[in-house]
């Protein structure tokens, strides 16, 4: 949540978080948050 909020990009932080891929990364974040990486500001 926090590297999102600073602006990077949902690729990017799903490689620095250890996701291969940035589908299985927002399927993740969305079970835990409830919202889509992409509707983070």
Sequence with gaps: MKLLKAGISGTEVAHQVGFY????FSKA???TYGVKPSQIN
Excluded at 21 to 24: G, K, S, T, V
């Design 21 to 24: 891929d940035q589908a299985h």
């Design 29 to 31: 974040f969305k079970a």
